[in-house]
């Protein structure tokens, strides 16, 4: 009888050992991905057109959750408190203390035209209360989606300049279709 007590001793100490083991892994695991999506990179879904044809509706994107400096060219993820309920995908044209200037369908920054091989359609002013040229101030952007006949972005008031505290992030790939990962910048 005694040695019948001593394997279910065993036995509870073992199961118990084991259960412990699984806990610790589940938790050190759900931290892991806490601290990687807090710190690291998240997931944001892009909504609407404006970005068509370089990103998509229903495209997944991952994206840094901390970028120090977006540079002109960069595609980020913008919050915006005043009209827009979801976050935003937009690119950066211009940074702070540089000058835009909107042509012909063409678009400068410091007097240089940008090749912009991405865009789509005709480039125009949206809110003609905005005049051109204009100096992105500092510790701010001025962003445009790639579709420039369907996105309301830096040239309409609703949207205006970005505050580098409204950028979420930049976008390092697309997840979503998966096999099509690159992301022409």
């Keep these: 009888m005694e040695e ?4 279910t001793n065993k036995a509870k100490r073992y199961l118990t ?10 938790a050190t695991a759900i931290i892991s991905i806490m601290i990687a999506f807090t710190f690291i990179f998240r997931f ?5 057109a404006s970005m068509e044809t370089t990103l998509i509706e229903n495209d997944w994107l991952c994206v840094s959750a901390h970028i120090s400096q977006p540079k002109k060219g960069d595609i980020i993820i ?5 009209y827009f309920t979801q976050p935003l995908v937009k690119r950066v044209i211009a940074v702070g203390g540089q ?9 400068y920054v410091d007097s240089v035209k940008l090749d912009e091989p991405y865009a789509r359609g005709y480039t125009r002013p949206l809110d003609y209360t905005i005049n051109y040229p204009l100096v992105v101030p ?3 952007y001025f962003v445009m989606g790639d579709n ?18 409204n950028v979420l992030g930049k976008v390092w790939f697309r997840m ?7 992301i022409d910048n």
């Excluded at 000058?99 to 678009?107: A, C, F, L, R």
């Excluded at 979503?176 to 690159?182: H, Q, S």
């Design 17 to 26: 050992r084991n259960i412990y083991d699984v806990a610790e892994i589940l």
């Design 138 to 140: 500092e510790g701010e």
């Design 148 to 165: 420039r006949e369907n996105s309301t972005d830096s040239r309409s008031s609703l949207c205006g300049f970005i505050d580098e505290n």
């Design 176 to 182: 979503v279709p998966f096999g099509d990962f690159k």
């Design 44 to 48: 944001v879904g892009v909504i609407g």
């Design 99 to 107: 000058t835009v200037d909107i042509k012909n369908g063409e678009v």
């Design 78 to 82: 913008i919050t915006h408190s005043n």
């Design 4 to 7: 019948k007590e001593v394997n």
